[in-house]
């Protein structure tokens, strides 16, 4: 991989230097909710090719110049850690990644925690895709980052259990496969992670379970059947805390490309449009999509 570009060793600095901190000492999610929202505008760009569009429900649509109106659609679930974030957050995210993958691409809303918390993401993202179903726009392929890697790998999981439309391709961003694990041995194990403090991780737990068991299968993808998904790439930052839930379900899957980054920050293609690290992961991301989706 080539050197990092001074734009993202620009966003790698306020990952650490910025983000981190206040991540680590504001409680708020509201304060969060607000701050995420702003920074993610003016740390990303929207290419200009890419038409945007919201419909009854709050779900963001993003069309690529070129496709057709009922072109094939990409699901993207944002991340956020359960508790911030929203499909404008991550709209040029999943605009550069949509254009790379030649699909039309729908963003999800879904419950935030703490109000309510766990499993309501999950029945919002399963309701989300029956919706698309209904509307004869059944997904062929299947992305987030982050929790939204989690959700995504939840909704498959259904998908495959209930008979339902399981998308041909899937492609995840450092997800959350596995909240069961003891937090400061985790980070102790990754002294790499730019963005994620021990402080978050441990807030986004007890919003986000309130109480529930973290081994269970519907909480944690990575404890239940992995069998039967789709071909899927994974994406994550080497040196961070999440590339071990990355590494761990490229692992069990039968078809699964790990696809790790060394130098770089959790979810650094949320810098879409602004850094040259996070087009090329994309463009990857994209490619990978597209050549499944076709099959």
Same mark, same amino acid.
């Given at each position: ?9 620009? /966003? *790698? @600095? ?36 890419? =038409? ?5 429900? @709050? ?8 496709? =057709? ?19 404008? $957050?991550?709209?040029a995210l999943a605009a550069y ?33 029956? *919706? ?25 999981q259904h998908l495959r259990d $209930? ?25 102790? =194990? ?9 402080? /978050? ?25 992995? $069998? ?68």
């Amino acid at each position: 991989m080539s050197a990092l570009a001074w734009q993202d060793r620009f /966003w *790698r @600095g306020v990952a650490y230097w910025v983000d981190r901190p206040v991540l680590a000492v504001i409680g708020s999610q509201a304060l969060l909710r607000a701050l995420f929202a702003l920074s993610s505008r003016m740390g990303s760009r929207m290419p200009r090719d890419v =038409a945007m569009s919201w419909d009854k429900d @709050g779900a963001l649509w993003l069309h690529p110049q070129g496709l =057709a109106g009922d072109a094939p659609v990409l699901m993207y679930i944002h991340g956020g850690g359960f508790t911030i974030g929203s499909p404008r $957050t991550h709209a040029a995210l999943a605009a550069y990644l949509a254009r790379a993958a030649g699909l039309v691409a729908v963003l999800p809303r879904y419950r935030l925690a703490p109000a309510p918390p766990s499993p309501a993401a999950r029945a919002d993202i399963i309701a989300a895709h029956g *919706r698309l179903v209904e509307m004869g726009r059944a997904p062929v392929a299947l992305a987030g980052d982050s929790a939204g890697g989690n959700l995504a790998l939840l909704l498959a999981q259904h998908l495959r259990d $209930t008979g339902g439309a399981v998308p041909r391709v899937m492609g995840l961003i450092a997800p959350v496969a596995d909240l069961s694990g003891d937090i400061a041995a985790r980070f102790a =194990a990754a002294p790499g992670e730019l963005l994620i403090p021990p402080q /978050w991780a441990r807030r986004i737990a007890g919003a986000y379970l309130a109480g529930r068991d973290a081994h269970d299968p519907m909480i944690s993808p990575l404890l239940g059947d992995l $069998t039967g998904l789709p071909p899927m790439m994974i994406q994550a930052g080497a040196e961070e805390v999440l590339a071990h839930d990355a590494a761990a379900l490229a692992a069990d899957m039968a078809d699964a490309h790990l696809d790790l980054w060394p130098g770089l920050p959790h979810v650094w293609q949320i810098h879409a449009g602004r850094a040259p690290a996070a087009a090329r992961a994309l463009a990857a991301l994209g490619a990978f999509l597209q050549q499944k989706a076709a099959r």
